[in-house]
C-alpha cells in the first residue's frame, strides 16, 4: 500500500529516468556520428543502465499495487558542440536526477513511507557513483585540452566500459 502522492511522485521519477535515458541514447548516436565509438559505448552503457533504474521504479509500482501511468518523453537535444560539452551537460543533468531523488527521501520521510525510504537508499548511491564517474571523465577532457591524441586516448578507455545488468 502506498499513498498517491508517492505513487504520483514515483510515475514523474520513471519519467525522469526514461528522459535519461533517451538523452544518453541521443548522445552515444550523436559520438558514433562523429567517429568517437568509445564514447558511444560508454553512453550506450549509461541508456542501459538508465532503463534499469526506471524499471526497478516501475517494478517497485508494481509490487505495491499501484499503477505505473507512462507519460510522454521530452526530445532530447542531438548535438553537443564537444565531448567535454556533452559530459557537462550529463552531469548538470545527474545533479538534477539526484535533486528529484532527494525530494522523493523527503517526501517518503514526510510520510513515513518506510519501504519507499528503504528502496530509496539505492538510488542515492547510486547517484554519488554516476557524478563521479561524469566528474572523472570531464577532469581527463580538460587534462587533454580537445587534442586529438588526447581525445583518442581517451575514447579507447571508454570503449572499455561493460554492461552489467541489475542482479
Ligand atoms: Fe538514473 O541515474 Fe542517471 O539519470
Not at 504520483?8 to 533517451?22: P, T, V
Request: hydrophobic share 40%; net charge negative; proline share 2%.
Amino acid at each position: 500500500m502506498i499513498d498517491k502522492r508517492m505513487e504520483d511522485a514515483i510515475n514523474k521519477q520513471i519519467n525522469e529516468e526514461l528522459y535519461s535515458a533517451y538523452l544518453y541514447l541521443s548522445m552515444s548516436a550523436w559520438f558514433e556520428s562523429i567517429g568517437l565509438k568509445g564514447f558511444a559505448n560508454w553512453m550506450m552503457v549509461q541508456f542501459k543502465e538508465e532503463m534499469d533504474h526506471a524499471m526497478k521504479f516501475y517494478n517497485y509500482l508494481n509490487s505495491q499495487g499501484a499503477t505505473v501511468k507512462l507519460m510522454a518523453i521530452q526530445e532530447p537535444p542531438h548535438e553537443w558542440e564537444s565531448p567535454l560539452h556533452a559530459f557537462e551537460e550529463t552531469l548538470k543533468h545527474e545533479q538534477h536526477i539526484t535533486k528529484c531523488i532527494n525530494e522523493l527521501v523527503d517526501l517518503a520521510e514526510e510520510l513515513k513511507d518506510r519501504a519507499t525510504y528503504n528502496m530509496l537508499q539505492w538510488f542515492i548511491n547510486e547517484q554519488v557513483e554516476e557524478e563521479e564517474n561524469d566528474r572523472e571523465i570531464i577532469d581527463m577532457l580538460k587534462m587533454v585540452e580537445g587534442s586529438k591524441h588526447g581525445i583518442f586516448m581517451i575514447d579507447k578507455e571508454l570503449g572499455q566500459r561493460q554492461y552489467t545488468p541489475e542482479a
